[in-house]
């Protein structure tokens, strides 16, 4: 229940990021969904494409000439209205991808070397039968590992940066917690063993 409950929470929270990035006039300015559809038509008759983001193709286009509609996407001098499958000569728009990959490879290695430390003190105290257990289940995290960043990079590079932000915050604050825990964990032991 508490691995499951943590993915669960976690997963509502992306989908709730990504609709207040997808859609941010209407969950953040609260915008009359009339002016969305007005705009929206607009854009479509000027442009001729349907946007899979319209609410930030009208931020980007129309917020100069329509205080409603303006909210300032603006974090650190990146903006995160950017897609970077849109804007791709903009290297701006790689930089929080970018950090996502290394952040997750970071936190995979001290995944991996708290998993394969937690294992061989297990495996000292187990017998075969439960050794190949602990394997198989080890196998399927370090899958998941390397599955759930690579689906989170090939996400970041069609959406709005806002949630490739929210992953790499959650990386960081992964790796902050894990390093605090394994420090608390050591001197524990540490203490227990003298």
């Not at 915050?169 to 394994?182: A, D, G, P, S």
Request: with cysteine; aromatic share 10%; glycine share 2%.
């Amino acid at each position: 229940m508490a691995g499951c409950f943590s993915a669960i929470l976690q997963i509502i929270l992306l989908f709730a990021v990504f609709y207040l990035v997808r859609c941010p006039l209407t969950y953040m300015k609260k915008v009359d969904p009339q002016v969305i559809t007005d705009y929206t038509t607009q854009i479509r008759e000027e442009t001729g494409a349907n946007d899979a983001y319209p609410e930030i193709s009208i931020i980007r286009e129309k917020s100069a000439e329509d205080e409603r509609v303006y909210i300032n996407m603006e974090f650190l001098g990146l903006d995160l209205s950017s897609i970077p499958s849109k804007d791709f000569k903009d290297w701006k728009t790689y930089v929080i991808p970018v950090l996502y990959v290394i952040s997750s490879f970071v936190s995979m290695k001290i995944t991996t070397t708290m998993q394969k430390k937690d294992k061989k003190e297990k495996k000292d105290n187990l017998e075969e039968k439960e050794e190949e257990e602990i394997d198989v289940m080890a196998q399927t995290n370090r899958n998941m590992t390397y599955m759930m960043p690579i689906i989170a990079i090939s996400i970041s590079l069609v959406a709005p940066l806002g949630l490739a932000l929210y992953w790499l915050t959650n990386n960081i604050l992964m790796i902050v917690e894990r390093l605090i825990l394994n420090r608390v964990f050591e001197d524990r032991e540490e203490l227990i063993n003298e």
